[in-house]
């Protein structure tokens, strides 16, 4: 089959709608449960080609929780601790696969703007994988395979409707792409540029030491980067983005963005977070909205007027800025990527709050003497890859 009819565009005025193989092959994807739309697929493509390019890259199971085209988080199968398991909401004490790691750390980069993702898997859909994507609230999956297990728990999902998208991992695209804007055709050699560790190789800051597990959040950085819309930045740390900061037209508003995401990663660990007690039968999405407004500037009003009760089986202790901002402190060996070069050192001073200790951005400012100060006052060290990574 070398076409697929779609219900709709981007919105429910724009049809017709449909994929389908110019060159008249059959195309690469089979539908093996619901009804993927067109915003689906275009999450479930990108997706895709993040966690195959990072599966190479770091040689570990990669998965991604796309929403609208950008990546909310990305990650590699490396081992959850007991507080990721928490904060993740892993709800049992079973032995979790590489594959299912990935996925449920890619989804805990920021849970809030991964609900009604699409999940996005390097390696074949596991049984322990589907059974936590059940419980999430999620549009849709891509995996090169599914084991009957795993296939059987997804279709049940939604009463049926979850979308589950099988890709061919053999297939490669054309070496040129088009579209159409405005009915104009564009047309473009497709970004087959490698991101591997040669790429790290000019480090410029007088710290030169780079250690590898840094190197290796340096590649999931930049490989998430180079499947976000841009402007883009990307905090990783212990190979799991934790701040995604996509499409500010501003750098440095990316930076603040990305940085932001990665401040309540951390603080959702702090001890008075993962002390709070919810209210039985609690869905898990509500879960997320009362941390977000619990660690918020906002929340000592909400404790105030008595809207904990909806949540919290007690009235929580308040967060004091005090508390979180000397947790924040302790934030430290994060890893930050950036889609194009910084044109100012103020990237970095807001990276320094967040923890940076590793930087790696192309260069080619004619400010990069101030970025390479400003990286040098705080002992970062800092690669210039020399390769841009827009994706528009």
């Known amino acids: 089959m070398n076409e697929l ?28 449960s619901g009804t993927p739309g067109y915003i689906n697929f275009l999450d479930a493509l990108n997706s895709w080609q993040l966690v195959r390019e990072l599966r190479g890259a770091t040689g570990l199971p990669a998965a991604a929780s796309f929403k609208h085209v950008s990546p909310a988080g990305a990650a590699v199968g490396l081992p959850l601790s007991d507080v990721d398991r928490r904060i993740c909401f892993v709800d049992d004490e079973g ?48 995996a090169p395979g599914y084991t009957d ?44 540029f490698k991101i591997d560790r040669a790429l790290l190789a000019n480090v410029v800051t007088a710290n030169r030491e780079i250690p590898e597990p840094a190197q290796r959040d340096m590649l999931v950085s930049l490989i998430t980067l180079k499947y976000t819309q841009s402007n883009s930045v990307c905090y990783v740390k212990d190979g799991q983005a ?11 508003h990316c930076t603040r963005l990305a940085g932001d995401k990665a401040d309540t990663w951390y603080l959702r660990q702090h001890p008075k977070v993962l002390g709070l007690r919810f209210v039985e039968g609690i869905r898990r999405a509500n879960r ?12 000592d009003d909400v404790l105030r007027d008595g809207e904990w009760q909806k949540w919290f089986a007690e ?36 990276a320094h709050k967040s923890g940076v200790s590793y930087i790696a951005e192309p260069g080619g400012s004619i400010r990069d003497d101030n970025v390479i100060a400003t990286a040098d006052k705080y002992g970062m ?7 841009r990574l827009f994706h528009h």
């Open 381 to 387: 060290a800092m690669c210039f890859t020399g390769m």
């Open 149 to 192: 297990e795993a296939l059987e728990i997804l279709r049940a999902k939604k009463g049926g409707r979850y979308n589950v998208v099988q890709i061919d991992p053999d297939y490669r695209c054309a070496p040129v792409e088009t579209k159409d804007v405005f009915g104009i055709s564009f047309e473009q050699g497709h970004n087959f």
């Open 5 to 32: 009819e779609l219900k709709y565009g981007c919105n429910p005025n724009q049809r017709p709608s449909r994929i389908y193989m110019k060159d008249g092959s059959d195309l690469p994807v089979t539908v093996l």
């Open 315 to 350: 009235r929580p202790e308040v967060l004091t800025r005090e508390e979180k901002a000397a947790w924040l402190a302790t934030q430290a060996g994060v890893t930050l990527g950036s889609d194009a070069f910084f044109p100012f050192g103020d990237n970095v001073e807001r």
């Open 242 to 252: 934790i701040g995604v900061g996509a499409g500010q037209q501003s750098r440095v």
């Open 288 to 299: 997320d909205n009362a941390i977000d407004v619990y660690i918020g500037d906002e929340h």
């Open 95 to 142: 032995e979790l696969s590489p594959i299912a790691c990935a996925y449920i750390r890619a989804r805990g980069a920021d849970r809030m703007s991964s609900y009604g993702d699409w999940a996005a898997l390097s390696d074949p859909c596991d049984a322990r994988t589907a059974r936590y994507l059940k419980h999430e609230v999620s549009d849709g999956i891509i």
